[in-house]
């Protein structure tokens, strides 16, 4: 007996846990996410290059917590603070 796949529509699943498109609610879960994703980037990039927290921390003059805090998506960084973290790493940010 073959099973019968179920189908899942992504778009409705989204409206019922965040709102529909336009609400507030919606707009912060989209910039929630954005922030995660960004914060994920940084740590991902960190990890890549081999440096440790401390030592980027120390690049760009503040505390291993702080970019904990960033990398975690608790803090969001400055954009002159996000391009000293990718300028530290020896990367850097296209835009398109």
């Known amino acids: ?8 529509n992504v778009s409705e699943e989204l409206d ?13 879960a989209e910039n929630q996410a ?9 740590l991902d990039a960190r990890k890549e290059v081999g440096m440790t927290q401390s030592e980027l921390a120390e690049k760009i ?9 960033v ?9 002159s603070t996000f391009y000293r973290m990718v300028s530290a ?3 850097t940010v296209e835009l398109r």
């Open 71 to 79: 990398e975690r998506g608790q803090t969001i960084p400055s954009i």
């Open 16 to 28: 019922r846990t965040f709102g529909a498109p336009g609400t507030e609610s919606r707009r912060q």
């Open 1 to 8: 007996m073959k099973r019968r796949m179920q189908t899942y």
């Open 34 to 42: 954005w922030e995660e994703y960004n914060a994920q980037i940084l």
């Open 89 to 91: 790493m020896g990367l």
């Open 61 to 69: 003059g503040t505390d291993k917590s702080y970019i904990s805090r």
